[in-house]
């Protein structure tokens, strides 16, 4: 298995444009997270789905921020329009039942200027 | 607020040396969780522990849970250039579905 696959690595984009970040799951696992990594909060979840369903979206910013999971292997997360507080990196990882341990993709590095 | 604690936030030895660090919540957890992450790259799973007392061992890292669920710490013996790292600690509170609460991390720099 490839694991967590996540793209693009590295995002430069100006202030006020559409971002879309990209995850593909681990086969057969059944939860998906998105996390955004700072030095000064480290690592904070925005979001997670179970079974291809938002549970708990209360960690996501603002309206600006949005995620889908429109199948049981892909999940984006679009921030439009993005500013530069918005800059992180961002991890999605997916867990079989969450319980045993997730499994992280290598992360998105968005940088807005 | 964060949840968990971790301590110290930076730690700088010589190869050779032992260290432990530590996790530390006012919340009680149903499962802890050590992760090691290295520049450029995601967190990447090293235990779980469930009960309370429990103390695994991963060759030289020993992890050990609290008795009260509260709390955790990781020993390292005999430290590697190799782990060097950020090592973080996630816990899961029961009854809150699926999603764990990081830590900061402690950044360990293990010199040859």
């Known amino acids: 298995d490839a694991g967590v696959i996540q793209s693009p690595r590295h995002e430069v984009t100006e202030m006020g444009q559409e971002v879309t970040l990209r995850c593909k799951l681990i086969?057969?696992?059944?939860?998906l997270f998105w996390y955004r990594q700072t030095m000064m909060r480290g690592l904070e979840l925005l979001i997670y789905f179970n079974n291809n369903v938002p549970i708990d979206d209360s960690g996501m910013p603002e309206d600006r921020f949005s995620a889908k999971m429109p199948n049981a292997s892909f999940s984006t997360l679009k921030i439009q329009p993005s500013e530069p507080r918005d800059s992180a990196v961002y991890f999605c990882?997916?867990?079989?039942?969450?319980?045993?341990?997730?499994?992280f993709g290598s992360g998105t590095r968005l940088t807005v200027v | 607020t964060q949840l968990l604690e971790q301590s110290p936030q930076f730690l700088s030895i010589q190869e050779g040396e032992n260290l432990t660090v530590y996790c530390n919540s006012s919340s009680v957890f149903s499962s802890l969780q050590w992760y090691r992450q290295e520049p450029g790259e995601g967190p990447v799973l090293l235990v779980t522990v469930v009960t309370g007392g429990e103390v695994k061992k991963l060759k030289r890292l020993t992890f050990q849970f609290g008795d009260a669920r509260k709390d955790s710490s990781l020993h390292i013996t005999a430290a590697q250039p190799g782990d060097t790292g950020l090592y973080l600690c996630a816990g899961l509170i029961s009854n809150s579905g699926y999603a764990l609460n990081f830590g900061k991390g402690t950044s360990l720099l293990v010199t040859p």
């Open positions: 990882a997916s867990s079989l039942r969450g319980v045993l341990g997730y499994t």
């Open positions: 086969s057969g696992h059944n939860s």
